[in-house]
């Protein structure tokens, strides 16, 4: 039996008003995500991902105009009160971000960073914070967790301040992690621990998570489902394995094709052009002026997103381009 979603998203848009004009950043999207479920939301830089997330949190500034649904577990997150979206976001939700040194004051303590959300939102007493701050540190693999929790931001490596946010986003034993780049700012190294890491505990805890990047090889990896975002709206839905090995929107297949490979030495495949937000794409599909497979239909009408075999795809070529990839592997 299919639960019902945990977290709703129907046709979300976000814009902004720049020099008198109304700028559209986000655009129509529709996104799920089911208890315990693991959903990857990826694509460029200035493609509408963060801002998705934030709006689903409310953390957009009021000079931002959000219209569309928001649900979460049945309730509009639009229409919480202040005291219900306090909790909201202290409690049911909590985030990830890319960079732990931009969001942590380095004024304060890593133990009163960490357990600020918990204590004066009345959820536990500070003792009991601290005692389950040092648990889940050392869980994350925080060694001396009681020196730690006195240190200040400062003498923290990105490593570990990133493990500290993972605890922080934790410790109230949210619903929904919502995971905003969270290793982009750390060493190459140092990246696959705290991800896994990361996965772990959320596992462990049966949390559900949208895990926003711009690496699609890593979103597959850790993901149950994906959802390709493009100058702010979402150009293909399925599970991480179908579109891992079978990319069906162009734009999705460029993506994979962008990325070096591991296995063999070959010349990157550059996507041509630049990526392009929202309020940028004019008529037709905002893909059309970099994707080989273009008409002028493409030119010209704006794609609808539709269910074509095992995926939803916002693309009016995806039969004839699959049957073509067919012939000439065949």
Not at 85 to 110: C, K, M
Not at 204 to 215: E, G, K, P, S, Y
Not at 237 to 242: D, H, I, M, V
């Amino acid at each position: 039996m299919i639960s019902s979603p945990l977290l709703d998203i129907t046709d979300l848009r976000v814009s902004v008003r720049h020099r008198g004009e109304e700028r559209l950043l986000v655009r129509d999207v529709g996104l799920t995500v089911r208890p315990a479920e693991s959903v990857g939301l990826v694509g460029e830089s200035g493609s509408g991902k963060s801002m998705t997330i934030k709006a689903a949190m409310r953390l957009l500034p009021h000079a931002v105009t959000v219209a569309g649904h928001i649900g979460f577990d049945g309730r509009d997150v639009r229409g919480l009160n202040r005291r219900d979206l306090a909790r909201y976001r202290s409690r049911e939700v909590a985030l990830v971000h890319q960079d732990p040194r931009a969001h942590i004051n380095p004024t304060r303590t890593i133990a009163q960073f960490v357990t600020e959300a918990a204590v004066h939102t009345g959820l536990m007493p500070e003792d009991e914070a601290i005692e389950r701050a040092c648990a889940l540190m050392r869980d994350v693999g925080i060694a001396d967790p009681e020196r730690r929790l006195a240190q200040f931001p400062h003498q923290l490596s990105g490593g570990l301040l990133q493990r500290v946010m993972i605890v922080a986003a934790l410790l109230p034993e949210p619903r929904l992690i919502f995971a905003d780049e969270p290793t982009t700012a750390l060493d190459v190294t140092v990246q696959s621990d705290v991800m896994a890491i990361l996965l772990e505990q959320i596992r462990d805890r049966h949390a559900a998570m949208l895990f926003v990047t711009h690496d699609l090889d890593l979103a597959a990896a850790v993901t149950d489902r994906l959802a390709v975002m493009y100058a702010g709206a979402i150009v293909e839905t399925g599970t991480s394995a179908a579109i891992y090995e079978r990319p069906q929107h162009p734009y999705t297949a460029a993506l994979l094709h962008s990325r070096p490979s591991t296995t063999e030495v070959r010349r990157l495949a550059a996507i041509p052009g630049r990526p392009v937000a929202a309020y940028e794409s004019g008529e037709g599909c905002a893909f059309a002026p970099r994707c080989p497979f273009a008409t002028d239909r493409c030119r010209q009408e704006v794609p609808l997103r539709r269910e074509v075999g095992d995926r939803i795809v916002a693309c009016h070529r995806v039969e004839e381009i699959a049957a073509d990839a067919q012939v000439r592997a065949s």
